[in-house]
């Protein structure tokens, strides 16, 4: 299994980011994945979450209502799409996935990790 993140950058408060995540060697619709970031100094923590189907999503309260996560399965993609960003939300960003098909925001509940794209929130 392989997870291949990109798409970060340095951007302006207020501006957007989509993030990207390329998956190999996993059967999607098996598969929950998720967003976490880590600033420096501080630990990995989680962004967001999506199930095998789509059926739930979590958001950490920091960016619910600017951040959206999505998932083309045809594709083994997922996405996260940044907008309204904020300095605190620099950070190198990581998609993970896990084998089964519920999501959760908890850093050890995943197996398989890509290796990060950094975001950088800054004026």
């Known amino acids: 299994v392989q997870l291949q993140a990109s798409g970060g950058g340095l951007v302006q408060p207020g501006g957007s980011l989509r993030l990207t995540c390329a998956t190999s060697g996993v059967t999607p619709d098996h598969y929950a994945t998720g967003w976490f970031r880590q600033a420096p100094g501080k630990e990995r923590e989680g962004v967001s979450c999506i199930t095998n189907d789509d059926g739930m999503i979590f958001y950490a309260d920091s960016v619910k209502g600017r951040f959206t996560i999505t998932r083309d399965n045809a594709k083994k993609t997922v996405y996260l799409q940044m907008d309204s960003l904020k300095p605190e939300d620099t950070g190198v960003y990581y998609c993970?996935?896990?084998?089964?098909?519920?999501?959760?925001?908890?850093?050890?509940?995943?197996?398989?990790w890509g290796q990060g794209t950094q975001v950088t929130v800054s004026s």
């Open positions: 993970a996935a896990r084998s089964t098909a519920l999501a959760t925001m908890m850093v050890s509940g995943y197996s398989y």
